[in-house]
């Protein structure tokens, strides 16, 4: 069965500071791998994504993320922090085989101070 | 195009109560997806529904139950209410494995 880890529940980062949030999975094929954003009682804002390709994805809102097969991670990182990033961040991965659900993280708070 | 809309945003129940909460998923997207979102919680996956069949359930009970229309709206269906049913409920829609698009989803509480 496939999985994802967020280790952190809560990352604090200056405004203007590199932020990163990290990620790692568990899937049986190939992983189809997304971040996503909450802001509070909102639904869910898609990020970015790795199919295949470049390791490194960039998405919206200046993020990008680093994706390492050998270590089964799926770090979200950002050169310079806003306030405004300040929000809830899930990691999702995608099962390719059967009717191909998504699962989600327990996702991690962002608090950036300015 | 339009995005994901859902309806209703807040509703209030009793135990034993049914509900039913509804998706409007974007323009061309064939497959609709649910999840419940407890407080401090990850999204956890409740079915999945690709033109118009049921093809795919997480580890939900019979009383979580859904239907999907020719025009690919949605409904969830949730029957004998429990006060852990309290939750923000997602709907997402998608074409093939690409990425889901969220709506802003239903919150259901229990009293």
């Known amino acids: 069965a496939q999985s994802v880890a967020q280790p952190e529940d809560q990352v604090n980062v200056a405004e203007g500071n590199p932020l990163t949030v990290k990620c790692t999975y568990s899937?049986?094929?190939?992983?189809?791998l997304f971040w996503y954003v909450q802001y509070p009682n909102r639904g869910l804002q898609f990020l970015l994504k790795?199919?295949?390709?470049?390791?490194l994805v960039k998405g919206s809102y200046g993020f990008e993320a680093e994706f390492n097969k050998s270590q089964t991670s799926f770090h979200l990182k950002k050169p310079s922090a806003l306030v405004s990033d300040s929000a809830l961040y899930f990691c999702a991965v995608r099962d390719l085989e059967g009717y191909q659900k998504v699962t989600f993280g327990i996702g991690t708070k962002l608090q950036v101070i300015p | 195009e339009t995005g994901v809309t859902q309806s209703p945003t807040h509703l209030i129940k009793t135990r034993g109560q049914q509900v039913t909460l509804r998706c409007s998923s974007q323009s061309g997207h064939n497959t609709v997806s649910w999840y419940q979102q407890a407080l401090g919680q990850g999204p956890q996956f409740i079915f999945q529904y690709y033109r118009e069949e049921e093809n795919g359930r997480g580890n939900f009970p019979p009383r979580f139950s859904g239907l999907q229309f020719p025009n690919y709206s949605s409904e969830l269906n949730v029957n004998a209410l429990e006060l852990d049913d309290s939750a923000l409920y997602l709907c997402a829609s998608s074409i093939g494995t690409g990425e889901l698009f969220f709506g802003e989803g239903s919150r259901l509480t229990v009293l």
């Open positions: 899937v049986s094929g190939n992983p189809y």
């Open positions: 790795y199919i295949t390709g470049d390791n």
